[in-house]
DNA sequence: GAAATATTGTTAACTTTATAACACAAACTC
DNA sequence: GAGTTTGTGTTATAAAGTTAACAATATTTC
């Protein structure tokens, strides 16, 4: 499966999501504009994702849901698993931490990393805390490929060289500072003020 | 000005953070490039943005860090201000509410609503919590127009309905339930998951 | 003060992403 | 069992978004 386009990839991982919950319903077959309506758009574009990764349904049935969601697995997953660590398990990192448990999924948060001697050693949220001073260590042992940045703004910088340095080859940047990383590292980074400006915008131009 | 392209209008928001961040280093010119630096995105795309807001800089000098705010806010901003609110104070809720808090901004978290006896009326993260109960008398009363959703994902879809009809005009959802709102109500949702799977699938297939 | 340099604004070309069009096949319909 | 319906897969078309190209102009250099 060679590169696709990187918004189907996001609506890849929106797919598996909604049909999980499908299954939680006992559904088990879905058509493409049922599917379509749980992510606000058009069966079109749902074909054409599913048309890209090579699934087919069961004519006139739809997609065959659990399937569906083992084909959407065999294209984003990694196999055995990727392990994801949390740096900074304030509000932020105790919120993405207690969505993530729960959600199966081929990616583990296995370990936080702060730096609050009230924080260290404990379990929060499901997962173990270390010190940022065992990182490195912590990083090799459990073999931790991507990393959460949910610390406060003055560190990012160099925390993110550091983690780079340590093996990290995927940072999801909640921060606001415009990171750096060395090609060969995927960033990826969100800000809730952009939605929050941005559905403003669209409130104030009342265009909907 | 009418209908920048949402990608623009995304961007804008961007710029603005990150130009208040220069700001507060005392700069006062910059550089498209420099700019598109902060961003990971290219002089052109700045320099096209800024275009079309109409925004001119100081020939060879750069763009006025202070007029450009200015003007980005003219475009982005409700003139007087709009009153945002979140419902449900939990971890994400506070994450968010913290994280608003001490950022200017034409966009103020006036209140949070929450069912927990623990939690209402006292002030959270800096923001006083309701009842929701009272949910209907405060958004009218202190004129909310925006909705932050954080609460567990059972109630998301009546709630969505009840502020909708209280006058909410642009929702923010977190929660992972599809919603569906009129015309004329605004939705925006993110996923973190959708991030962090797509961050392991740029990983995992190595492409950087 | 002519030449070189740096940086912008804008049009045009390109790429990516989304929508539309439509032929096709299973499943009803009568 | 011919005809209609329904929902798909795919190719074609359009729209959105990005990058490239380049003329224009203030500043520096010599
Ligand atoms: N992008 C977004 O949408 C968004 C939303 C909310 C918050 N944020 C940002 O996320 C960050 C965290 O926000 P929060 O509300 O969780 O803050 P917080 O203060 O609750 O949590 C920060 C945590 O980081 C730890 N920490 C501090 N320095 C550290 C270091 N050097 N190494 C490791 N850990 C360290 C602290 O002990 C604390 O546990 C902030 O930078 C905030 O601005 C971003
Ligand atoms: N989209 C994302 O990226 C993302 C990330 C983290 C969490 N989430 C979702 O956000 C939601 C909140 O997560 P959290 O970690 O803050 O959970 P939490 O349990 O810490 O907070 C939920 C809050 O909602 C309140 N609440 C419950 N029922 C309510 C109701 N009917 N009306 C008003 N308030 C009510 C609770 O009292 C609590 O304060 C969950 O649905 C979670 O799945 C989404």
Redesign the interface.
Known sequence: MN?LP?KT??RL??YR??LL?CLAENKSYIYSHDLA????ITAVQVRRDLMLIGYSSVLRKGYDIRELIDTIGR????DEG?N?AIIGI???G???T???RG?R???NIIASFDTDPQKVNKVISGVKCFHTQDMEKMIREMDI??A?LTIPADYAKSMAEEIVRHGI????NFT?V?LNVP??????E???????????????????
């Open positions: 590169k990187g990839v996001e991982s929106e999501r909604q919950g309506g749980l992510l606000h294209i984003i997953d990694y990727l994801v304030g509000n932020l105790r919120a993405v207690g969505y993530f959600k999924s081929k990616l490929r991507i959460i080859k995927g940072i999801l606001t415009p090609s060969g590292v995927y960033l990826e969100y800000d809730m003020i952009t939605s929050i400006e941005k559905v403003a915008y669209y409130v104030k131009e009342n265009k909907v």
